[in-house]
């Protein structure tokens, strides 16, 4: 009886065993169906774009979606077939870069296998090294930070791994990507075709609009009436401002009590159903300013409930006087978003 070279068998067990290795190592999720990552619209250089160890805040209100921005949003969602995504939106008294149009969320579950074998792909594919070089495609983008089902990885500190993220919301129901102002202006080398070796803060638009805009993202629905059966965004904002319901984009008994329970709070007519009277209300509990922009200007030594929503909205002690504290907060804010700090609200 002939037997196998020993060597031969131990080649064989050995490339198994690395086959099994490999196997297990892998994500449950199948990327074998996800595509491979997109093409550029021309050759890239060799050379990556320089690394920007900067972050850059947003410190003006510029609610037009940069074209750096659309057009890595166009490109992704089309490329992967999942187009629902976000860019822009209402700015509040906080700092995020979908106020100057330099963010965009693209809506990917992590508790959807096909959706997260896509977002865990791109993810990977933006940050992984190339030729040594940590998050190089990232940088041929511009791509200053993303954050994805509790990791952020930040291409100003650390670009070598993807930390925890600590914010409010863990970001498992889509994938958040922010921009420099070169890459939201569409000057990285993806689009040219030329490799940046100097980065630059400037912006492609002048926005210094208000902080707080007339549009919210309440205003497109406000013809829009819900009721049992409805489904899409429209019924996620509603259940997003309905306590103890679950957001899931269907309107089933649950919203429907929730709704009735919010009519009969707010003293609106109670009809199990999500119109214009829920969507005002709804949208006056997020922004008590809004009534007031385009007709109060508040000062100090004024009372009353203008002042009272306006110190609402910079969390302090609401007691309807703007005194010296009311003038302080004012000024802090002003100062934040390199405004003129004249303790006066326009």
């Known amino acids: 009886m002939s037997h196998p070279p020993r060597r031969l068998i131990s080649t064989a067990l050995m490339a198994w065993a690395l086959a099994l290795v490999i196997a297990l190592a892998l994500p449950s999720t199948a990327f074998a169906a996800v595509p491979p990552p997109p093409q550029p619209p021309q050759p890239l250089p060799t050379a990556v774009d320089v690394h920007n160890p900067s972050y850059e805040a947003q410190t003006t209100c510029d609610l037009t979606t940069k074209p750096g921005v659309a057009a890595f949003a166009k490109l ?73 089902n509790r990791k952020v990885w930040k291409a100003y500190r650390n670009p070598e791994t993807w930390t925890t993220y600590t914010g409010s919301h863990p970001h498992d129901d889509h994938i958040h990507v922010s921009f420099y102002w070169d890459g939201a202006c569409k000057r990285t080398s993806w689009w040219t075709g030329v490799a940046l070796k100097t980065w630059s803060a400037n912006k492609c638009s002048t926005g210094t609009g208000p902080l707080v805009t007339v549009d919210t993202e309440f205003t497109k629905h406000k013809d829009t009436v819900l009721k049992l059966g409805s489904t899409g965004d429209a019924v996620r904002l509603a259940q997003t401002n309905l306590p103890g319901v679950s957001v899931d984009g269907e309107f089933g008994p649950q919203t429907r009590t929730a709704v009735i329970a919010f009519q009969e709070k707010w003293k609106l007519d109670v009809s199990g159903r999500v119109n214009l009277g829920v969507w005002n209300q709804m949208e006056r509990l997020h922004y008590p300013l809004i009534k007031y922009r385009t007709t109060t200007v508040l000062r100090k030594g004024m009372s009353g409930q203008a002042v009272k929503d306006a110190q609402r909205a910079l969390r302090i002690t609401q007691d309807g006087a703007f005194g010296s504290g009311t003038e302080a907060a004012v000024k802090r804010i002003q100062g934040k978003y390199r405004l003129a700090q004249t303790g006066v609200i326009r």
């Not at 992704?76 to 008294?93: A, G, I, P, W």
């Open 76 to 148: 992704m969602t089309e490329h992967y077939d999942r187009r629902d995504y976000h860019t822009v939106r209402t700015c509040l008294s906080d700092e995020s870069q979908h106020y100057d149009g330099r963010a965009m969320d693209w809506m990917l579950s992590a508790y959807d296998s096909d959706d997260r074998a896509i977002a865990d792909a791109v993810a990977t594919w933006l940050t992984k090294p190339v030729n040594g070089v940590y998050g190089a495609n990232a940088r041929r983008f511009g791509i200053m930070f993303l954050i994805w």
